[in-house]
């Protein structure tokens, strides 16, 4: 047995050993916590009651999650969000158990939440070693998947370029093919072109391929069916690439509508159950934001009230959900001056029209206070793109191609742009551009980490007021 498939031989008794470790890791954790804690190895009947029960959960509802599956390419980050879904459940389980059987008052409530934190920590720097032991294996040319692409075109050799550079995957192609006759007999990105698509069978065989993508242009649509018909005939996985790396994605996914397979290239990421706790998050933090700082709000509305002629607050017109417009409420930081008819000046450094108030209002971004008030009527979003003023959006959906792709979700008082820099005034095209760049990040990332990460961000950038005129 080669050291290369010494792994891929094993994998299913690997799978069982790692379903049976992560419970073990948990026991453990449980043990040598009540051991700090009581200085004592000799565990209670209902402390082991409930050790068996978190091992007899994670048996049972981690495989649910799909956490088992080969995470070969994929990030930690997507592994973590996952393994804390699963975690939570079990949790979750334990602790409805106690209160159910009204036992709850017989455990050490500070073991309970140390064995919850804990459990997950270990849980997670485990998987981390094994991560870091895998891709260690994989580096050094151990536990590989070898790689036929079905088409030498400029996908083709994207894709065998991405996997070059990310060895950590395992995965090495072996060989090109394509029916083009102008490509056979050369080598892109070090990688022979070894003939058209009828010799991939034999190859497969013949070089131990393990995985045939196919990265054929929309167009092949006949070579394709052919040769996933051949391919069908083999122990060999299959991997369709779809020629859409030239356009501009928005949380994509592969779903399915009335029997047929279908890839959804533009959708919003908030939907469902997803939709519903970003409400939930929403309603309930803007809530609970809003009672702190009432006082303060109020403190501010005197001063912007004695700081000079005008209302307290100003309102724009702005772009909403999926274009609509939507009035974005905020403390006056100007002097109250008049602006032509379909056209808004954004604030600039040193800015005359700002007041002395004003100007300290931008640089912590209290002046977006009241914006509150737009989350609990349910036209923003605590995070998510900034609403720009209507006149900016179509003046920028013209210039630049993704632009009104932001409007997929409500947008939000601060965002992933925002924390990274790209707030305040974007006179110039490329500031936008980074913008939305990140903006579109945010959107096909999402999660509710990702927004709790995103506030604790803004806290911070309120203290040092960075890129606020």
């Not at 007041?355 to 998510?384: C, H, W, Y």
């Amino acid at each position: 047995m080669s050291s290369r498939s010494l792994l891929k031989e094993n994998a299913g008794l690997l799978e069982l050993i790692q379903r049976f470790l992560d419970p073990l890791v948990v026991v453990v954790t449980g043990i040598v916590l009540y051991a700090i804690q009581f200085e004592s190895l000799d565990l209670p009947r209902n402390y082991a009651f409930v050790l068996t029960g978190g091992f007899l959960l994670c048996l049972a509802i981690f495989p649910f999650f799909n956490i088992y599956r080969p995470y070969r390419g994929a990030s930690l980050w997507a592994e973590t969000q996952t393994l804390v879904s699963a975690w939570a459940v079990v949790c979750t389980g334990l602790v409805m158990a106690l209160f159910i059987t009204k036992t709850s008052t017989d455990f050490s409530r500070m073991w309970i939440g140390q064995w919850a934190v804990a459990g997950f920590i270990n849980l997670l720097v485990f998987r981390m070693a094994l991560r870091g032991g895998l891709r260690l294996l994989r580096r050094q040319g151990i536990n590989l998947r070898f790689i036929a692409i079905a088409g030498a075109g400029e996908l083709g050799r994207d894709v065998a370029r991405r996997l070059a550079d990310s060895p950590w995957t395992g995965l090495k192609v072996v060989g090109f093919y394509d029916d083009d006759p102008r490509l056979q007999r050369h080598a892109f990105e070090g990688v022979q072109v070894r003939g058209g698509l009828h010799r991939i069978p034999r190859d497969v065989a013949e070089l131990g391929v393990d995985q045939v993508w196919i990265a054929l242009p929309l167009h092949h649509d006949k070579q394709v069916k052919s040769l996933v018909a051949q391919l069908s005939r083999l122990p060999v996985q299959v991997t369709f690439v779809p020629d859409i790396y030239g356009v501009q994605l928005l949380n994509h996914s592969i779903g399915e509508v009335a029997g047929f397979p279908v890839i959804h290239l533009m959708e919003s990421p908030l939907a469902g159950v997803k939709g519903l706790i970003k409400v939930v998050e929403d309603k309930l933090l803007a809530i609970l934001i809003l009672l702190a700082t009432f006082p303060l709000m109020l403190f501010i509305a005197i001063g912007v009230k004695l700081s000079s002629p005008g209302p307290v607050f100003f309102r724009q017109l702005r772009g909403g959900l999926h274009g609509e417009r939507i009035w974005v409420w905020k403390f006056r930081t100007m002097k109250h001056h008049g602006e032509q008819a379909g056209k808004v000046t954004q604030a600039m450094p040193g800015d005359s029209r700002v007041t002395a108030l004003g100007a300290l209002l931008r640089r912590t971004s209290l002046d977006e206070l009241p914006q509150f008030f737009n989350v609990l009527k349910g036209d923003m979003s605590i995070v998510g793109p900034r609403p720009h003023a209507v006149e900016h959006n179509e003046y920028y959906q013209r210039q630049i191609d993704a632009y009104m792709m932001r409007h997929h979700v409500k947008p939000g008082i601060t965002g992933w742009a925002q924390v990274n820099g790209w707030r305040g005034e974007t006179g110039e095209l490329e500031k936008m551009e980074m913008r939305v760049k990140h903006d579109l990040y945010y959107i096909n990332n999402w999660s509710l980490w990702f927004d709790l990460r995103i506030i604790i961000m803004t806290v911070f950038m309120m203290i040092t007021g960075k890129n606020a005129h």
